[in-house]
């Protein structure tokens, strides 16, 4: 966290303080100012944002200096923030102690790329990944496609643009929602879009992450998810087609029953369950009681 981040953290701790901060002109004034830390043109980030001023453009961001692509006025500042400035998908030590000490680069997919802002901030601990992003809404695809061409990382960075799935085939997707576009469920039209069994991208995977509104699952649910390979897992659980009462619970136990030591934060109806695989062959096959906090 920025210093002024802290500043402000004190400042909301006094009453008269804490409720000028609550109004909500001023936390997106505070929201926006504390998201262009991640960037280094602050300025311009700042003045894009509240000004207005819609459409896309890149930044550099502080760290790397890799380029994002964000369209100012939707949730991708949201997304920016997440990954970037709170670091939601930081990497817990047990799970980056497992994929540090595989003899090759991280082999990375991405169910539900977004805009590609997980794959950068992969990127920013290894450069080398190789990247496969699956993506539905056609509008996110779009910028996701700048984003890996802004790169230059086309090469080991694969972007399949269809629902993430346990087929192939077609399925009726709700474009449109930026970070939130998700399959259509009871009583949503949609629309036909292509679909590709992720299943067929698992074998050669180490770090999966699912992202993907309600659709994930469908995924756990699937027989052969048991069976993957997979090192390392980060899961964002919603309550959207969740089929049991508490999403949580039923993302962590779907993880542990394929063989994963799991840490989940966040409330019952949304969160970010990590997963690594049991340090012993006989934890793995069995499943290992899950480690909540």
């Not at 210093?3 to 109004?23: D, K, M, T």
Request: net charge negative.
């Amino acid at each position: 966290m920025t210093a002024l981040g802290r500043s402000l953290r004190r400042l909301a701790s006094l009453g008269p303080v804490a409720r000028f901060l609550e109004w909500y002109p001023v936390r997106r004034v505070i929201a926006t100012v504390l998201r262009s830390a991640t960037v280094r043109s602050r300025g311009r980030f700042v003045a894009r944002e509240l000004g207005g001023r819609r459409g896309m453009y890149a930044y550099r961001l502080r760290g790397s200096g890799r380029l994002v692509c964000i369209r100012h006025g939707t949730a991708d500042v949201v997304t920016l923030d997440e990954v970037f400035y709170t670091q939601s998908y930081a990497l817990p030590p047990e799970v980056a102690a497992e994929l540090d000490s595989l003899d090759h680069a991280p082999r990375v997919l991405d169910l539900g790329a977004n805009i590609g802002l997980f794959g950068l901030f992969i990127r920013e601990r290894y450069p080398d990944a190789p990247i496969t992003a699956i993506e539905a809404d056609p509008d996110n695809a779009a910028v996701l496609r700048r984003c890996v061409a802004a790169n230059e990382t086309a090469a080991r960075w694969e972007v399949v643009e269809a629902v993430a799935a346990r087929h192939d085939g077609t399925m009726r997707f709700v474009p449109g929602g930026v970070s939130l576009s998700h399959v259509a469920g009871p009583g949503e039209t949609g629309v036909p879009l292509p679909a590709v069994d992720v299943f067929g991208y698992l074998a050669d995977t180490d770090l999966l992450k699912v992202d993907i509104e309600g659709g994930e699952w469908e995924i756990l649910a699937d027989p052969r998810f048991v069976e993957t390979p997979l090192r390392a897992i980060v899961l964002e659980y919603h309550a959207f087609s969740c089929p049991e009462p508490n999403p949580r619970e039923t993302a962590v136990a779907a993880l542990a029953a394929a063989g994963f030591v799991v840490e989940a934060s966040g409330p019952d109806d949304y969160g970010v369950a990590w997963g690594r695989r049991a340090p012993t062959a006989s934890s793995s096959s069995t499943g290992t009681p899950p480690t909540t906090g």
